[in-house]
């Protein structure tokens, strides 16, 4: 047996009919850049959050651009990031021209660590970007504290978090502004790109929603140097669509979380990520600790059983942040992600993929 770590194939032919649907409606009323299928998007996603407000933009990364201009980060700012994240988000930081500044991870749930983060604190520090990695929670109170006590900005990178929250309440619910990707494999995924930045500012989603259109007035004025970060109209009306089966998408990867997690737990080989307590885990990827990664992805290959290395480089130790200083020592981080590997948990998978995947953690030693 090979079990794909994702096979979006499988998706769409579930479904196929109704795409095609929504493809030829989109095509008919000629509403391709933004319009009224983005705007329905908006509106639906901001009420499944609980009532925030919801600007559609074409990916996760135009998202924190978007969400980091509309707050005033810019030259001369600095933004305080995890490592243990995708090159996005620091990448977004130093495009605004802000300089990103690595924080370390905690060693259970492998979030960004609030006392590493609090110890970065200069008076050019401007914000705070809190990345819930694979679809854990950081540790919202603790930097809700902390960034409202040093006057920060608080930003919460959302793009492997749809799903997750922390006592009830969603993640994306607990910053200035939270940011979303819907690339296709996350857990709204879009038939190519997509994103979001939401607040309960609505002031703050006005500011996004003029700066993703070259910040142009219906007058033909425009406001400030941007660019054109719209969504598509067909991927609003996709969206919008996979929406309304989003709560049982999320329900099978959690049964399918659980069934690894008991797997793992019977390997003393085998680390799992931790949950923040208080919290509801989205499982956006399920990772694993192994002892040794390279011995624990070759007995995978030999099941026939994909995975994944993410991230296998820090975004601290990558060319791209070395003009930042990026290169310090985040021991935590350097050592988790050393070794940390995905497994497959698509929810398309079959009974017998999910099966075998589980059987292959319990039994590796």
């Given amino acids: 047996m090979n079990v794909p770590m994702y096979d979006l194939k499988r998706e769409y032919l579930a479904d196929r009919e109704a795409y095609l649907s929504l493809f030829d409606e989109v095509c008919r009323s000629a509403q391709f850049a ?50 243990a994240t995708f090159n996005a988000t620091p990448g977004a930081v130093a495009l605004t021209g802000a300089v990103p500044v690595f924080a370390d991870c905690e060693e259970d749930t492998w979030q960004i660590s609030p006392a590493s983060a609090r110890g970065l604190i200069t008076d050019k520090t401007k914000a705070v970007i809190g990345v819930h990695l694979y679809g854990g929670m950081f540790d919202v109170r603790a930097f809700r504290r902390l960034t409202r006590e040093a006057g920060l900005f608080l930003i919460e990178d959302c793009a492997q978090a749809l799903g997750a929250a922390f006592r009830g309440e969603p993640a994306g619910s607990f910053g200035d502004a939270a940011c979303f990707s819907f690339y296709p494999t996350k857990n709204l995924g879009s038939f190519g790109e997509g994103g979001a930045v939401v607040s309960a500012d609505n002031a703050l989603i006005d500011r996004v929603q003029l700066l993703k259109k070259h910040a142009r007035t219906p007058e033909g004025d425009h406001l400030a140097v941007s660019g054109n970060m719209r969504m598509h109209g067909l991927q609003g009306a996709i969206l919008t669509k996979k929406l309304e089966r989003l709560p049982d998408f999320l329900a099978r990867k959690a049964r399918i979380a659980a069934c690894y997690r008991k ?34 992805t070759e007995y995978l290959t030999a099941r026939g059983i994909a995975f994944s290395v993410q991230y296998p480089v820090p975004c601290h130790r990558q060319t791209a942040f070395a003009a930042f200083g990026g290169a310090r020592s985040l021991p935590v981080t350097e050592r988790l992600f050393s070794r940390v590997v995905t497994v497959p948990s698509y929810p398309y998978l079959t009974e017998e993929e999910i099966l075998a995947v589980a059987a292959a953690l319990r039994e590796y030693r």
């Fill in 263 to 296: 797997a793992a737990a019977q390997s003393p080989a085998l680390t799992v990520q931790a949950t923040e307590p208080g919290s509801v885990h989205a499982y956006h990827l399920f990772a694993v600790l192994p002892d040794d990664r390279d011995r624990f």
């Fill in 34 to 83: 933004d319009g009224v299928y983005a705007a329905r998007f908006e509106s639906a996603f901001g009420a499944y959050l609980g009532g925030m407000h919801a600007a559609a933009v074409n990916s996760g990364t135009d998202a924190l651009i978007l969400a980091l201009k509309a707050l005033g980060v810019g030259p001369g700012d600095e933004v305080i990031v995890p490592s």
